[in-house]
């Protein structure tokens, strides 16, 4: 998927817009790659002298991976994917500067306007954080 399929299926833009590439997707899967280039803004405070990508980035960057994949369920401007719900949040590996992740989305189930998924970010192939999550498509009045 090219950059502006990704800009397509979602509403994020940069400096938020998080993935660089759909590596692969189907009806409840779906594997992005983001890699995080030294001159990121949030380097600048996060930390100064050892620069980490903070955890709510790789959280929001799974999420936009997820967003893309429930991309399909929304009418063209008719709607954004909100996130309602973060559990179980685990971090294992620090992500620096130039490293390259791997978001790993699964789609568990949908009720509804409300969909439930698993992300796993990895590093190198390490686990480097993993979560569950719901997210709403909000009407764009209501977004």
């Not at 996060?46 to 994949?69: D, F, K, W």
């Amino acid at each position: 998927m090219t950059k502006s399929a990704i800009e397509a299926a979602i509403p994020h833009r940069a400096p938020m817009l998080l993935v660089d590439e759909v590596v692969e997707q189907s009806d409840e899967h779906i594997i992005c790659r983001k890699t995080f280039t030294p001159d990121e803004y949030f380097f600048q405070g996060h930390y100064p002298n050892y620069p980490l990508v903070p955890g709510v980035i790789l959280c929001e960057a799974t999420m936009q991976a997820g967003a893309i994949l429930l991309s399909k369920f929304v009418q063209d401007g008719e709607g954004v994917p909100v996130a309602t719900r973060l559990n179980d949040v685990k971090f294992k590996k620090m992500v620096r500067p130039g490293d390259t992740i791997e978001m790993n989305v699964k789609l568990n189930e949908r009720m509804a306007d409300a969909f439930f998924m698993t992300g796993k970010v990895t590093v190198d192939g390490k686990l480097s954080m993993r979560f569950d999550f719901a997210c709403t498509v909000a009407k764009m009045e209501d977004a």
